[in-house]
């Protein structure tokens, strides 16, 4: 159901909060990532021989592209296979992920030299700079990439909490592929640690890796391309040369008067809006010609070092207690409630069945309450997706969460054998263009799967949103599909009296 790291391992999980790592979940990844600034800011001597470990990798890197590279010595050096033992990233079933291939390894390649050279205005060379030109950067990119360069450590770090709280039964010697990097041989080495293992989906034993709480956030990485954009009116106050800051403000208004001449001719008002999103592509478009305010911008996050340490901490704790926490809670209402399976029925009636309990279990059994953190409601469906496999046992159905058979990830695919399938696709009523689409992308979904069935779950927090799905029902006919092809699910928080108010 939940099994957590410290479930499996039979340890109290504040020990392992007092070691200072993470209470992981075995069963599906936590959105948490590394941040690799965090390690760049952190005070600890380790940390900070482990950012000059990361940043000497990156100059071997730039040595190595200074001559012309086959396609082979590319992927050898300059890609970072994802490493799912942390049971860090998206996935909402197991740990499996995507890894910075050979797209980014060129990348890397050709650029090596923009990320090493901070123009004497930043403090420190950050490896993570390479993303601000990578157009699939993201938390999870840029997680994999410092994992495989700190891996060695992490595996110290757990091998050192599995030889002081766990038993021997539970670890074992395991060697490690690329635990790290030999200069001399010019080659990754592999190492052999004490380290807590699984059976994986597989059968075969999987080492995890616990990871230090101080080196994780939830949002994006401090360094990322959408605050940079987001940031040019900071960014150009810290620019200390008066003709670069003339020359970029300059580019940045002749294009808002462009669009503001655009917009008197076709005797319309210019909106604040528009003017915003001008300012921020043109301010990315400049920087591609002067690189050197990606420096003026990296200054600018070091200078808030204290702050985004505070931000990440307070991310990584209502992560925990959002996912962990309260998926606890929703899992004993479950147990207690139990569900009665029934093998005999169709995949699509299976899977009705599954969304009736579910709607029971949040509307009717306080479930409801494990949707919101300190009164703030939970608005990802990917949240509500993972809650949904909790009510998922004891069946010989088949659920797949996030399954792509070509045409993009369908949220659940329920089947047993391939003639008796059916596609579930999560949306939130506050997610009106989803909405729209939302039957036409489900049948994308079932076209890739070779099924014809499906069924749309939507999930409400509010009366306006309620109202919303009852109109877009009535526009569409689709009210005879309520409670058959359609459910909503009502997660409000301020409709629930107990019965003794009623």
Same mark, same amino acid.
């Given at each position: 159901?939940?099994?957590?790291?410290?479930?499996?391992?039979?340890?109290?999980?504040?020990?392992?909060?007092?070691?200072?790592?993470?209470?992981?979940?075995?069963?599906?990844?936590?959105?948490?990532?590394?941040?690799?600034?965090?390690?760049?800011?952190?005070?600890?001597?380790?940390?900070?021989?482990?950012?000059?470990?990361?940043?000497?990798?990156?100059?071997?890197?730039?040595?190595?592209?200074?001559?012309?590279?086959?396609?082979?010595?590319?992927?050898?050096?300059?890609?970072?296979?994802?490493?799912?033992?942390?049971?860090?990233?998206?996935?909402?079933?197991?740990?499996?992920?995507?890894?910075?291939?050979?797209?980014?390894?060129?990348?890397?390649?050709?650029?090596?030299?923009?990320?090493?050279?901070?123009?004497?205005?930043?403090?420190?060379?950050?490896?993570?700079?390479?993303?601000?030109?990578?157009?699939?950067?993201?938390?999870?990119?840029?997680?994999?990439?410092?994992?495989?360069?700190?891996?060695?450590?992490?595996?110290?770090?757990?091998?050192?909490?599995?030889?002081?709280?766990?038993?021997?039964?539970?670890?074992?010697?395991?060697?490690?592929?690329?635990?790290?990097?030999?200069?001399?041989?010019?080659?990754?080495?592999?190492?052999?640690?004490?380290?807590?293992?699984?059976?994986?989906?597989?059968?075969?034993?999987?080492?995890?890796?616990?990871?230090?709480?101080?080196?994780?956030?939830?949002?994006?990485?401090?360094?990322?391309?959408?605050?940079?954009?987001?940031?040019?009116?900071?960014?150009?106050?810290?620019?200390?040369?008066?003709?670069?800051?003339?020359?970029?403000?300059?580019?940045?208004?002749?294009? %808002? /008067? &462009?669009?503001?001449?655009?917009?008197?001719?076709?005797?319309? $008002?210019? #909106? =604040?809006?528009?003017?915003?999103? @001008?300012?921020?592509?043109?301010?990315?478009? %400049? /920087? &591609?010609?002067?690189?050197?305010?990606?420096?003026?911008?990296? $200054?600018? #996050? =070091?200078?808030?070092?204290?702050? @985004?340490?505070?931000?990440?901490?307070?991310?990584?704790?209502?992560?925990?207690?959002?996912?962990?926490?309260?998926?606890?809670?929703?899992?004993?209402?479950?147990?207690?409630?139990?569900?009665?399976?029934?093998?005999?029925?169709?995949?699509?009636?299976?899977?009705?069945?599954?969304?009736?309990?579910?709607?029971?279990?949040?509307?009717?059994?306080?479930?409801?309450?494990?949707?919101?953190?300190?009164?703030?409601?939970?608005?990802?469906?990917?949240?509500?997706?993972?809650?949904?496999?909790?009510?998922?046992?004891?069946?010989?159905?088949?659920?797949?969460?996030?399954?792509?058979?070509?045409?993009?990830?369908?949220?659940?695919?329920?089947?047993?054998?391939?003639?008796?399938?059916?596609?579930?696709?999560?949306?939130?009523?506050?997610?009106?263009?989803?909405?729209?689409?939302?039957?036409?992308?489900?049948?994308?979904?079932?076209?890739?799967?070779?099924?014809?069935?499906?069924?749309?779950?939507?999930?409400?927090?509010?009366?306006?949103?309620?109202?919303?799905?009852?109109?877009?029902?009535?526009?569409?006919?689709?009210?005879?599909?309520?409670?058959?092809?359609?459910?909503?699910?009502?997660?409000?928080?301020?409709?629930?009296?107990?019965?003794?108010?009623?």
């Amino acid at each position: 159901m939940n099994k957590l790291f410290s479930e499996g391992f039979e340890i109290e999980s504040n020990i392992i909060e007092e070691y200072g790592a993470v209470d992981i979940s075995l069963v599906c990844d936590i959105p948490l990532f590394i941040d690799p600034l965090l390690i760049f800011n952190s005070s600890k001597d380790k940390y900070k021989e482990l950012h000059d470990e990361i940043i000497k990798y990156f100059h071997f890197l730039a040595r190595k592209a200074e001559k012309e590279l086959s396609e082979s010595e590319i992927k050898t050096w300059f890609t970072f296979k994802e490493v799912c033992n942390n049971w860090l990233g998206y996935s909402l079933e197991g740990n499996k992920g995507s890894a910075l291939n050979m797209e980014f390894a060129r990348i890397l390649y050709k650029n090596i030299g923009f990320v090493l050279n901070n123009n004497d205005i930043s403090k420190g060379k950050h490896a993570e700079k390479i993303m601000l030109l990578y157009d699939k950067s993201g938390r999870d990119k840029i997680s994999d990439m410092t994992v495989n360069l700190i891996k060695g450590y992490l595996c110290e770090y757990t091998e050192k909490f599995a030889k002081t709280y766990l038993i021997d039964k539970n670890c074992k010697k395991i060697i490690v592929d690329k635990a790290g990097f030999n200069y001399d041989t010019e080659t990754f080495f592999s190492n052999e640690y004490y380290l807590p293992f699984i059976i994986n989906e597989k059968g075969k034993e999987e080492y995890i890796l616990l990871t230090p709480k101080d080196m994780l956030r939830e949002e994006e990485p401090s360094i990322n391309k959408n605050d940079f954009v987001n940031s040019f009116d900071r960014v150009l106050n810290v620019i200390d040369n008066d003709v670069l800051r003339v020359q970029v403000d300059n580019y940045i208004q002749i294009a %808002i /008067a &462009k669009y503001e001449e655009k917009m008197r001719r076709e005797k319309k $008002k210019p #909106k =604040e809006k528009e003017i915003n999103k @001008i300012k921020m592509k043109n301010f990315g478009d %400049i /920087a &591609k010609e002067n690189p050197i305010l990606y420096d003026y911008y990296i $200054k600018l #996050k =070091e200078q808030d070092a204290e702050e @985004i340490q505070k931000e990440c901490l307070k991310e990584v704790n209502e992560q925990l207690s959002k996912l962990i926490e309260n998926a606890k809670s929703f899992c004993s209402i479950v147990k207690d409630l139990g569900y009665i399976a029934n093998e005999s029925i169709s995949a699509k009636d299976e899977s009705r069945e599954r969304i009736k309990f579910f709607k029971h279990v949040i509307e009717d059994c306080d479930a409801y309450k494990n949707l919101y953190y300190n009164g703030k409601r939970i608005a990802k469906e990917d949240d509500l997706n993972r809650m949904f496999r909790f009510v998922w046992m004891n069946s010989k159905f088949k659920a797949d969460f996030e399954t792509n058979n070509g045409r993009g990830e369908a949220d659940v695919v329920v089947s047993k054998g391939s003639d008796n399938q059916c596609v579930a696709e999560f949306k939130l009523a506050s997610n009106t263009r989803g909405l729209k689409k939302v039957f036409e992308q489900a049948e994308i979904y079932c076209k890739a799967n070779g099924c014809t069935e499906k069924i749309i779950v939507v999930f409400y927090f509010e009366e306006k949103e309620y109202e919303n799905i009852q109109k877009w029902i009535n526009e569409n006919n689709l009210g005879k599909l309520v409670n058959q092809d359609i459910f909503l699910i009502d997660c409000r928080d301020d409709n629930k009296l107990s019965g003794s108010k009623l």
